[in-house]
């Protein structure tokens, strides 16, 4: 549902000598709704946060961003459309939700895509990473930064995940993105698609048995509560976008863009190096939990039964393969 932005109209003061004038504030200020969908303290919020303020002030209040966390403006697929027709202004996405509406960056959600958080990194800092951004605009969505999301991993309420032999008969959440069931259909699972806010209800209820994140998110949304098995099998290393609604985007002045593409690489470095603390500390709070963490030593086992999701993505996406490749080659 879209929502009219509220336009501040200048304040107008009486000066001492009875005529009216204008104070600092500019005669329009946008205010520009910012879609999170993490709660505040994590890294992602912060680092909005901090665009949010930044942005407000440089541009001396004429841009005015503010941060709806908690996904209370909508999931993400909804909030990805929300933004590209331009009823939000700027949100943090996750490019797995992205896959259905950006067919490129569905390249990003194949399993062990990437060998390390570095090699995507790099690729996403680098001409490739570019190639994403374009993909986006084209989409209405104007990708200024990239963040991290770490590398996610299963988690489960009933037992430690060595191979793939330990996912099977296992009802998994996964992603809006049917690659995410192809990927835990060939480990023998069962996937479910399904909003990220009902994950908990679901655990706790036994609708699924797990779902799969990186160490923030599976603190930040209490689910180490009700799933106490997390495998390390790292089988996704997903980026993360600071992206503009178009609309909003062409409607600044050249100046006011250069700002806010420098608060969004600013936001993005800051974003990183909270994560590498953030993730660091939601591995201890889990373990202190009573969480059972495992190492998956060979990961071998589960990257071959990725095979036939790559084999189809390729079939239907001939003219992604050499993305594909370039990916793989570049580190
Ligand atoms: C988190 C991502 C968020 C996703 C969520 C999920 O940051 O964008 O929506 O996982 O699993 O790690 O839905």
Not at 5 to 20: D, E, I, R, W
Not at 71 to 100: C, H, K, S, W, Y
Not at 283 to 307: C, P, W, Y
Request: glycine share 6%; hydrophobic share 40%; with cysteine.
């Amino acid at each position: 549902m879209p929502i009219k932005k509220f336009v501040n109209q200048a304040v107008l003061v009486t000066a001492v000598s009875g005529s009216v004038i204008a104070l600092s504030l500019p005669a329009q200020a946008e205010n520009w709704r910012g879609w999170n969908i993490h709660p505040p303290g994590y890294p992602n919020t912060i680092a909005l946060e901090a665009f949010a303020e930044s942005v407000s002030e440089r541009t001396e209040g004429r841009i005015h961003p503010q941060v709806y966390n908690n996904a209370v403006l909508g999931d993400q697929p909804d909030a990805i459309e929300q933004t590209r027709n331009g009823a939000l202004d700027f949100a943090n996405f996750n490019m797995g939700p992205m896959g259905p509406i950006v067919k490129e960056t569905n390249v990003l959600s194949l399993p062990f895509i990437f060998s390390s958080v570095d090699h995507m990194h790099e690729v996403m800092d680098g001409e490739i990473g570019q190639r994403f951004a374009d993909a986006l605009a084209e989409k209405n969505l104007i990708a200024l930064s990239w963040f991290d999301s770490g590398a996610r991993s299963l988690y489960n309420t009933s037992r430690p995940i060595n191979s793939p032999e330990d996912v099977k008969g296992l009802k998994v959440r996964v992603m809006n993105n049917d690659l995410y069931v192809e990927m835990i259909e060939a480990l023998g699972g069962n996937a479910t698609p399904m909003a990220y806010g009902e994950v908990y209800q679901s655990l706790k209820t036994g609708v699924i048995d797990g779902a799969e994140n990186n160490y923030p998110s599976f603190q930040s949304s209490n689910h180490y509560e009700v799933s106490k098995y997390y495998s390390l099998t790292e089988h996704l290393i997903i980026p993360e976008c600071l992206c503009i609604a178009k609309a909003s985007w062409e409607a600044l002045s050249p100046e006011d863009q250069e700002i806010v593409r420098e608060e969004a690489i600013k936001a993005s470095e800051m974003q990183r190096r909270l994560w590498v603390k953030g993730s660091q500390e939601s591995r201890e709070i889990v373990l202190d939990a009573g969480v059972n963490i495992n190492e998956v030593g060979d990961k071998s086992a589960f990257q071959e039964k990725m095979q036939p999701v790559y084999a189809e993505f390729i079939e239907e996406n001939p003219d992604l393969e050499s993305l594909i490749e370039d990916i793989r080659s570049s580190h």
